[in-house]
């Protein structure tokens, strides 16, 4: 029942205060009536600034964490690095039977495809998998392909590309989910120590970042123990809202499972845990050919992407999970994509009940024009990935020559969805990119490369005010979060909150991101 005074420049998102006071994981007074206490503790902010925690409408704390045990080729700037890379992790690690890692760079070769020769340079005897860092993309070496049983003969799969050589054999690039998982499927599942450990290191990661409620975007169901094992253990650092990834081949049995799930996570998950999200992925992703656009993509004037769901049966999942009392997430990049999921939240909503949706579409890269309105009429919010809204090497080498110039000025719309009064939450996608929010919120307001290009922001009219950008990272998820008690710091709140170095408010926009997250608060418990 420690009583802990914060003295200086408060942003509670309803205007400043000097002083605000928690005990018990919640405050309970503001300005003049917390100097009024008598504090056991008292932090002087200095030059920084205190606001609610961050929190991280769409990310992967498992896969993330997971990362740390497999060969480090996030970063890595050639294909000869990676090589090395594996070769290394190999030689130190024996007995492991699969290589695994994650998050190299797609953008490193001409269209992202990459041959399994060159890791059988490194690792000719063992499978290696890595997966890209938009997490849609798996290459793999000559023995994983064999013990997968990909030959000349395997026929491409219904949702997904096998990448193949001019003389017809497969690559080594796997493109989408069957063509994945024709890999990814043979790979052993890591033991539940192994698990609870990589949501620690998840926990650890986001603490340091001032993060404290993460929304889980892809949870299958053997993810479910090793999050409930983590909060019993008292090692979860962050609450995590759990969304179970609907299957378009089996969504309709997934449905009971799911409730199940759903109340198992309230049973056993304690306070940190929630299960209340149905995960759908509409398309695929731009730099890949794969996301789900309206007309053809310019470099394959054939093809209009890989819509994950035919549209009706997306808005029969989306319906059905709706009446189950789920909230929806739609992972949708293209400009059909996007459309399919509006339509579908659209169709929920004209034949269920009326109930506290609050429906989320995340990403949202290209929106045609006509739909923008239609994110605010129907409550849907915008889950957006700031960190992506730059002119950096995935957009000038796959993403803008696959759209063209016009459709490439469309992505991130930011500015015109909050002008509009839709609901925009900000997100990571970690570890696809840098689960750092001030990372994120600098390039949110400058639409700019860290190295500052271009001076005049990248589609500049779509640039948000730092409070915009603060809002939506904190304010905006909570909100997402059903957390509206955590939304603005007020008497009962829970104390999750942030201590940085300086206010971004007040520095120079392109210096955001060199601001330090002196301190966070989870209910009131420092984690970092």
């Given at each position: 029942?420690t ?7 408060i ?123 938009d ?39 796997l ?26 290191v ?78 759908f ?14 007309a ?10 890989m ?16 009446a ?18 509006l ?52 957009q ?72 915009q950008a ?59």
């Amino acid at each position: 029942m420690t009583t802990t005074l914060f003295r200086g420049t408060i942003r509670t998102g309803a205007g400043d205060t000097t002083a605000l006071a928690i005990r018990d994981g919640h405050v309970v007074a503001l300005g003049a009536d917390a100097l009024a206490l008598d504090a056991d503790e008292i932090v002087e902010l200095g030059d920084g600034l205190l606001l609610p925690a961050f929190g991280d409408g769409h990310a992967h704390p498992l896969f993330g964490g997971l990362e740390y045990f497999g060969p480090q080729v996030k970063g890595l700037a050639s294909v000869e690095a990676i090589g090395a890379e594996v070769g290394r992790w190999a030689a130190a690690h024996p007995d492991e039977d699969w290589i695994v890692g994650a998050s190299y760079d797609p953008t490193l070769v001409p269209d992202g495809e990459f041959d399994a020769r060159w890791l059988d340079a490194a690792v000719a005897d063992r499978p290696v998998v890595l997966r890209a860092y938009d997490y849609h993309t798996v290459w793999c070496n000559t023995e994983a392909l064999r013990r997968a049983g990909i030959t000349d003969a395997t026929p491409q799969p219904r949702l997904g590309r096998v990448v193949r050589r001019p003389d017809g054999s497969a690559m080594g690039t796997l493109r989408e989910w069957h063509a994945c998982d024709l890999v990814l499927d043979r790979v052993p599942g890591r033991p539940v120590d192994e698990l609870v450990e990589a949501l620690r290191v998840a926990g650890s990661a986001f603490a340091r970042a001032g993060v404290t409620w993460v929304q889980d975007a892809w949870v299958e169901p053997e993810m479910v123990t090793p999050y409930i094992e983590a909060a019993r253990r008292g090692v979860l650092a962050f609450r995590a809202n759990l969304a179970f990834r609907a299957d378009p081949d089996r969504w309709l049995g997934q449905r009971a499972e799911f409730v199940a799930a759903r109340a198992r996570v309230v049973a056993e998950g304690g306070s940190l845990l929630s299960a209340r999200t149905v995960k759908f992925f509409a398309d695929g992703v731009i730099e890949g050919g794969t996301a789900a656009m309206l007309a053809p993509y310019c470099d394959a004037p054939h093809s209009c992407g890989m819509p994950v769901w035919p549209p009706a049966a997306l808005a029969a999942a989306v319906t059905a999970f709706d009446a189950d009392g789920f909230q929806v997430h739609i992972h949708a990049i293209g400009d059909a994509g996007v459309r399919a999921a509006l339509d579908a939240i659209e169709a929920a909503a004209a034949v269920n009940p009326a109930w506290d949706r609050r429906p989320v579409i995340a990403h949202v890269q290209i929106v045609d024009p006509a739909d923008l309105a239609r994110f605010e009429r129907l409550g849907v919010i915008a889950n957006f990935e700031p960190l992506w809204a730059q002119l950096d090497p995935l957009q000038t080498e796959l993403s803008i020559p696959r759209v063209g110039e016009k459709r490439g000025a469309l992505q991130y719309p930011m500015r015109g969805l909050v002008d509009s009064g839709a609901p925009v939450s900000f997100g990571s996608d970690w570890p696809v990119s840098s689960h750092q929010p001030l990372e994120g919120i600098q390039v949110a307001v400058t639409r700019r490369t860290f190295e500052g290009t271009p001076d005049e922001g990248w589609i500049p009219h779509e640039r948000l005010t730092m409070d915009q950008a603060l809002d939506a990272y904190t304010s905006g998820v909570a909100y997402q979060a059903f957390a509206d008690d955590r939304r603005v710091p007020a008497v009962g709140s829970p104390a999750d909150l942030v201590w940085l170095s300086a206010d971004p408010r007040t520095v120079d926009p392109m210096a955001v991101r060199q601001i330090a997250v002196e301190a966070t608060w989870l209910g009131g418990q420092r984690t970092h």
